[in-house]
C-alpha cells in the first residue's frame, strides 16, 4: 500500500458499525459516486462483521495503491482468528469464518484477495479503482486524514439510518428498473402480437390463394383432359375418314386409269389428236391422284402404326436411300456428303421415311444446278443432337416458311418440281412422335436446310470397332 490514510480497531459491534461508516465517507472524499459508495461501505462492512464474529475483532487499514495506469482504493481487513478452511473461491460453511460475506463482498469490489493461515488468522484485501478523473497524492491523502479527524463519528442508530435509507433507495431503483421491464415487455409483447397476427393474417391469405390456384389448376387440367379427348376424338374420325376415303377411291381410280389406257391402245386410231390429248390428260390426272392418295394412306399410317425403338444408323440408312436415287437417274453428278457414325434411338421405318422424304426432295430441288451438292450431317447445340439436311437447290422464300410442313402446301409449282405436298407434313408427325422437332431455312436459288431432333438422349455415342 503506497499512502495509508487511517487505521481502525474492531473490538465492539459499535466498532463494525464505525468501519462501514469510514469506507463511506472516505470514499465520499476519494469522489466515488453514492452507488459506489454504498457498494464499499458494504463490502466493508460485511467483511469486518465476518472478523468480528469468528475472530472476536480486528484490525481495518485504509489506504491506496498506485498502478502503472491507475490508482486503487484499498482496504485490509486483518485478524487473528482461527483462519479459513479451504479455499477462499470455495463457498464456507460458515464455522471457521467464511461465510456468504466474503462471496457477497467480492461481486461488490472490483479486486478481492482472502489470505489466511489456520491457527494464524485471515487478511481479506479489498479493492476499488478510483474514477478516472481522480489522482490521489501524499498531500491529498493528508488532507483527507485530516477530514476525517474533522468528521465526528456518528451513533449506531445513524449509521442503521443510513443503511436503511440506502437500502430504500436501492429498494426505490429496483422497483423503478423492475417497473421500466415490464413497460418494455407489455410493449414488446403488444409488438410480437401485431406481428404475430400480421403473420397469421398472411398465412391464412397464402392458404387461401394456394387453395384457389390448387382449385384453378384442378379445372386447367379437367378442361385440358376434355380438349384433348376432344381433339384427339377429332382427330382419330379425321384419319379414319381421310384412310376410308383414301382407300375407297384407290379402285374407281385404278378402273379410270385402266379404261383410259385399253382407250389409247385399242382405239387410238379412231380417235382424232383432241382425243388422243384428252385421254393423256385423264391418265396422267389418275396417276397423280394415285400418288397423292398413297401419300395420304402413308400419312395416316405415320400416326397409326405402333412404334418399334431401338439403335437406328442413321448414316446407313442415307448411304442406302442416296444409293437409290443415284440409280434411279445415274446420269446426274450430284454430290452426296453424309455424315459417318450417326446413331440414335427411334423407329427405324419412321425414320427412314423422314430420311426418303428429305433426302429425295433436296435431290429433286438441286436437278437445275448445274453443280448440286447434297449434305446430311449432325451438330450439337447445349448437348442436343441436330440433324441436318443441306442442298444448293432452288431454295425458298422464308416469309412462306410456316406453310411448309402443312399438308397439300407447295412453295414450287408443280410444272417446275412435281410433289403432291404431303411429303414434309409426313416427315414432321413422325419427328413429334419420337419428341422432337423439325424445321428450315431457305434462301431462294441458293439453297435450303432442313433440320430434325428427335428427343433429348436419342443419339448414341459411335461404338470403336476392335
Known amino acids: 500500500m503506497n499512502f495509508t490514510i487511517i487505521t481502525q480497531a474492531v473490538h465492539t459491534e459499535s466498532d463494525v458499525m464505525g468501519t462501514r461508516q469510514r469506507a463511506r465517507q472516505l470514499a465520499a472524499l476519494l469522489g466515488f459516486d453514492s452507488q459506489d459508495q454504498t457498494r464499499i461501505s458494504t463490502a466493508v462492512s460485511e467483511i469486518v462483521r465476518n472478523a468480528f464474529e469468528y475472530a472476536g475483532g480486528g484490525r481495518v487499514e485504509y489506504g491506496i495503491e498506485s498502478r502503472t495506469d491507475s490508482q486503487l482504493f484499498v482496504i485490509r481487513v486483518s485478524d487473528k482468528g482461527p483462519g479459513i478452511q479451504g479455499s477462499a473461491d470455495k463457498k464456507s460453511d460458515g464455522k471457521a469464518g467464511g461465510g456468504s460475506g466474503l462471496h457477497g463482498s467480492r461481486r461488490l469490489m472490483d479486486e478481492f484477495r482472502v489470505d ?40 449506531t442508530f445513524e449509521e442503521v439510518r ?31 402480437d401485431a406481428a404475430n397476427s400480421s403473420l397469421q393474417a398472411q398465412i391464412a391469405e397464402r392458404e387461401r390463394a394456394e387453395a384457389e390456384i ?7 387440367e379437367i378442361r385440358i383432359e376434355q380438349r384433348t379427348a376432344q381433339l384427339q376424338a377429332v382427330n382419330n374420325e379425321l384419319e379414319a375418314f381421310s384412310y376410308s376415303v383414301s382407300h375407297d377411291l384407290r379402285a374407281p381410280l385404278r378402273n379410270i386409269s385402266s379404261f383410259s389406257q385399253v382407250l389409247l391402245e385399242d382405239y387410238n386410231a379412231a380417235l382424232d389428236a383432241t382425243g388422243q390429248e384428252l385421254l393423256h390428260d385423264i391418265r396422267g390426272a389418275t396417276l397423280r391422284m394415285g400418288q397423292l392418295i398413297e401419300n395420304l394412306l402413308a400419312l395416316s399410317r405415320v400416326t397409326r402404326t405402333p412404334m418399334q425403338r431401338a439403335i437406328v444408323d442413321l448414316s446407313a440408312l442415307g448411304r442406302e436411300i442416296a444409293g437409290t436415287l443415284k440409280k434411279a437417274q445415274p446420269e446426274r453428278a450430284v454430290e452426296m456428303i453424309i455424315a459417318e457414325d450417326m446413331l440414335t434411338d427411334g423407329d427405324a421405318s419412321l425414320l427412314q421415311a423422314v430420311l426418303e422424304n428429305l433426302l ?5 430441288f438441286t436437278q437445275k444446278q448445274s453443280t448440286p451438292r447434297i449434305e446430311f450431317g449432325v451438330l450439337y447445340q447445349d448437348h442436343e443432337a441436330v440433324y441436318f439436311i443441306k442442298d444448293n437447290g432452288a431454295g425458298f422464300n422464308m416469309k412462306y416458311v410456316n406453310r411448309l410442313f402443312a399438308p397439300f402446301q407447295r412453295l414450287h409449282r408443280a410444272t417446275d418440281f412435281p410433289g403432291t405436298g404431303v411429303g414434309l407434313a409426313t416427315v414432321q408427325r413422325i419427328i413429334i412422335r419420337h419428341g422432337g422437332r423439325a ?28
Open 116 to 155: 489466511s493461515v489456520i491457527g494464524q488468522g485471515t487478511t481479506v484485501v479489498l479493492g476499488k479503482l478510483l474514477p478516472a478523473l481522480i489522482k490521489v497524492d501524499a498531500v491529498q491523502v493528508a488532507r483527507i486524514a485530516d477530514e476525517l479527524v474533522r468528521l465526528h463519528p456518528q451513533n
Open 214 to 220: 390448387r382449385r384453378l389448376n384442378a379445372e386447367l
Open 439 to 466: 424445321w428450315a431455312e431457305g434462301v431462294i436459288d441458293e439453297g435450303a436446310t432442313f433440320y430434325f431432333t428427335l428427343a433429348k438422349g436419342g443419339a448414341v455415342p459411335a461404338i470403336a470397332e476392335d
Open 360 to 364: 429425295s426432295n433436296a435431290w429433286k
Open 162 to 192: 443510513q443503511q436503511n435509507s440506502e437500502l430504500l433507495s436501492a429498494l426505490d431503483q429496483i422497483q423503478e428498473a423492475q417497473d421500466l421491464l415490464e413497460m418494455r415487455v407489455k410493449l414488446r409483447t403488444a409488438e410480437l
